[in-house]
């Protein structure tokens, strides 16, 4: 049974008394998790080590927001996975819409990151999305599926059943402007397909494959009843512990 996962994105927010707090907060409503579900927070780096104590039930793990593709040496102001292995980090966010855009972060560039990623065993929670004019055009199935053609399709059926993959489409980032229910189904359903086309039916059923893009407290339960969506990768809504602990509780 593949995993159902809540995921925070807490971007670039919050100062360090109120990332603890939102934590406590999370902490104290004692949601417990078992079997495949799973809670991810993934916190600006300074934060890791602290959320890495607060956050310590069965199920819950800590990830990063982004990591470098090199194992270490003069990269001055980069984050290597071997720091975060030895932080016993679980999870790396790769190829978010926001890294793509502002940081001009390449499928290719993304598969060094990938590779390294799980040569460290860490696990990628992989970004995929198109804008809106793609969108528009009707072409983003295609575009979605060769970021994850370019950025994935090099690993072998053990290493690709290892990732999980957000699809985040970029005009619902941050906009209230939340894909319907359908419009996640319909992608989520396609990049499967691709999936099982290069990889075989049972491995694309194992991969989980997150919603991102203004999930919220009130619907997060329908997007996650989606056959093929397996929960959220969450940003503002997961700075607010009222917000995060019900979307928590609609994983299915
Ligand atoms: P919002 O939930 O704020 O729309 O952000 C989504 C996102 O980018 C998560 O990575």
Redesign the pocket.
């Known amino acids: 049974m593949r995993k159902q996962i809540a995921?925070a994105?807490w971007?670039m927010n919050l100062t360090i008394d109120k990332a603890e707090s939102l934590l406590d907060g999370i902490v104290s409503a004692g949601i417990s998790l078992s079997g495949n579900h799973l809670a991810v927070f993934?916190v600006p780096f300074p934060y890791l080590q602290m959320a890495q104590q607060k956050i310590s039930a069965t199920n819950y793990f800590i990830a990063a927001q982004n990591c470098y593709s090199k194992k270490s040496g003069a990269y001055t102001g980069e984050t290597s996975v071997e720091m975060l292995q030895s932080l016993h980090i679980k999870y790396v966010?790769l190829g978010?819409?926001?890294r793509r855009e502002y940081f001009q972060e390449s499928n290719s560039f993304l598969a060094e990151k990938v590779n390294i990623a799980l040569e460290y065993n860490i696990t990628p929670i992989f970004?995929c999305g198109e804008s809106l004019s793609i969108r528009e055009a009707g072409t983003q199935n295609d575009f979605v599926a060769k970021q994850l053609q370019e950025s994935l399709f090099h690993l072998s059926a053990t290493d690709i059943q290892k990732i999980v993959i957000?699809y985040?489409p970029i005009w619902?980032?941050?906009?209230?402007k939340?894909a319907t229910s359908e419009q996640a189904q319909e992608m989520h359903a396609s990049l499967r397909n691709v999936l099982a086309e290069k990889y075989g039916k049972e491995v694309a059923g194992n991969i989980s494959i997150l919603y991102?893009?203004?999930?919220?407290a009130s619907n997060a339960k329908e997007i996650f009843s989606q056959p093929d969506v397996d929960g959220?990768?969450?940003?503002?809504?997961?700075l607010i512990v009222d917000e995060f602990v019900t979307i928590i509780k609609s994983l299915k």
């Open positions: 995921a994105n971007k993934a966010v978010h819409s926001e970004c957000a985040e619902a980032i941050g906009t209230g939340t991102g893009g203004s999930v919220k959220g990768l969450v940003g503002g809504a997961s």
